[in-house]
Each structure stands twice: as structure tokens, then as C-alpha cells.
């Protein structure tokens, strides 16, 4: 499609094609391209080649049929709950959620007549138990965020396919190299390409997998109106990333793995959150589940939210930041970022303490992290010793 490429000649790198619309000579084929994903372009709302290649990249990853990326994770997580819901439905969602999802279900409760039932997922027969006659979709994390806790997922969607529901599962904390949803039985897997997809903090994207070519195409026909697409510079951006998520999410395990042995054994941390230990009530699910335990960890300092923040103020390579699954190592507060739209009572519910610290390992040199990390830990300790 461009003039420098010639037979015999293809570019390494997928083309960008930045361009809001597509020329025709003849009517037909923009009626027919104008009603279908999967035939030729005519608006970059409704398909691009660049954004088709991702979507065909990341359904292939997932073992999805197919996919549709849009403007960001929550965009996805809308795209699907609005596109698969109808007022008067009910959904059965596990209670341990990323904020951003919780405060939109609560939105569907409150102003779109949706119901919504938590469920504690660990007991698959909390979801039977939940069903009723209104129930249309079951909702889950692969891992949840920030404690780590991760479900018995083919149980759970045996259980939900049972009571004819659409299995929902975020999968951005494990990624597919950790886990695929889809080959548990799930319907439709979301993602935030913000995170490890993108992989480089430099783009806001989400993606919605689909097992099944047909639910695709109902899902699209709808969900083109809704406008949350995916721009082809940012899906650019996102295969960019993909092509090294495999190595990165590798060292990125090793690494939240190396600061979870040392962070257990260091005296001003009080508890600590990571599915790779053997004393997380999660380890052995997440063991059968998952590939490896991920790139996140959480813990709580004796001092509770004041140490958390001194702690945080004493980091040097560490940053704070309000997001994961970049290259560096980021950390901040939960109670206060990502979970911030949660009341004191629905934090407590979700064991999420004021002063809970997550930390998002990146590719730095392990050593490096720990040394800065046990620097600023001490240095609150010695802080504290010194007020006594
Ligand atoms: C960040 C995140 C989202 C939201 O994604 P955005 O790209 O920020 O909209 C959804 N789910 C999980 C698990 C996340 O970490």
C-alpha cells in the first residue's frame, strides 16, 4: 500500500495507516465494508489495518478468535459490560476488583438499573449460589490488584456456563504469557494495554479478546457506536511493546519474586502479599493457574499509612507512580490511587489497608531495587527509633 515497497520487499515493522477514512471507486464495497469487521476499511472508527493487526496479534496471544482494542482498559471493561447488559440484568462479580471497575459497576447500579451481587471467588459455589433468573454475566481478575489473590478459574466458568452466563475475565495483571483465560472456558477476556501489553508507559489502551467470532460481530455492530476505539498510532505503539512482552514479563516476575523473599524477612514489614510465596492463601491455585506469579506485590509496614508514606518519600530509584507494567519499578499507595474509589468499609472488605504498599516491579537489576528499597525501609526504622 505504499509506494516504497516493492515485491520481494516488505517492511519489518507493521505500517501505520493514520487516516480517518478510506476512498472507494465503487458504492457497493463501502456498504458492504461500512457493515462487517472483517472486511475492507472505510472508517477508522469502525476498523484500521493498524489497529486490525493488533486485534489479530492479541486474539492469537489469547486464543481468541478475535479482538477489538479500544481508547483504554476501562474503555473495554464499558465496551463489554454496556454492549452485553440491559437494564433489570444481573451480574455476579468477584469482590476483589480494580477500583476503576468497581466504581463503574457501581455506576451501572446506581443510575442504569443493573444489579450487581459480589461474590468471595474462592468459593466456586458462591457463584451457583448467587445466580437468579436476571443473572447474565459473571465478572473476574485472573490476578486481582494489589493483594494477588487468584481463583480456581475453570471451576468458576464451569459454574457460570452452568447458569447460562458470559464469562468476563480481566486478564491485564497476568498477561497471556502467565495465563489464557479463554482456554479455561471464559467468553471474553479484557485487557489494559496501558500496562504490560504497551509495556513502556507510553500509551493508554485497552483490548476486548472474544472466544467466539459470532459474540465478535454482535459486540462490534454495537460497540462502534459507543466511540472508545483504539487511534492506529497508539495500537502502533502497543505491537511495538508486544514483541518483547514475553522477556520483559519474565524478568519482571523474577524481579517482584527477588524483592518478595527479601521484603519477608525485613523487620519493619508487618505483612506481605505475593502469590509466589508459599504462605499466600492463594499460592496453590495460583500454581496450578498461572505460569508464574507476576510482576506485583503488595505489603503493610508496622506504622501502618504514616510509615507507608515516609517510606514512600525515602525511595530514590523507585518511583511513585500510579501505574504498573512498564519498565521501571514504580510503587504507591492503593487506598489513595487505584482504589481510591472505595469507601473505608469496602477497603477494609477487600483487605486493602490505608497504608498498603504495591509495588509494580520493572526490568532494573534486582540488587539495585532491594538496595534502594532497604535503604528507605531502614531509614524510617531508624526515624522511628529516634522519636522513641
Ligand atoms: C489499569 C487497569 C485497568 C484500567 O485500564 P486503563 O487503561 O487505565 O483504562 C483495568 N483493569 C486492571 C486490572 C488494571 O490494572
Redesign the pocket.
Known sequence: MTADVVDGSSPAAPAIFQTAAFTFDDQDLLTEAWSRPDGAFAYSRLQNPTVRTLEATVAKMESGQSAFATS??????SMVLLTQLSTGDHIIAQDR??G??FALLRELTQRWGIEVTYVDAADPAAVSNACRSNSRLLYL?TIA?PLGQVYELPALMTAGHRAGLITVV?N??ATPCLCQPITYGADIV??????YLGGHSDV???IAVFADADSHRQFWSRAIDFGATLDPFAAWLVLRGIQTLPLRVHRQCENARYLADRLQHHAAVRSLHYAGLPQHRSHAVATRMLRDYGGVLAFDLFGGRAASRQFLDKLRLVKIAP???GTATTVMIPSAI?HSQLSESELRAADISPGTVRIAAGLEHAQDLWRDIQRALDACRDEASHRR
Open positions: 483504554s482498559g476501562m474503555g473495554a471493561i476488583l480494580y476503576g471497575t481478575e490488584n480481566d491485564t495483571l479484557v485487557h489494559s494495554m496501558t500496562k493508554v489502551g485497552g501505574s504498573l507494567g487505584s
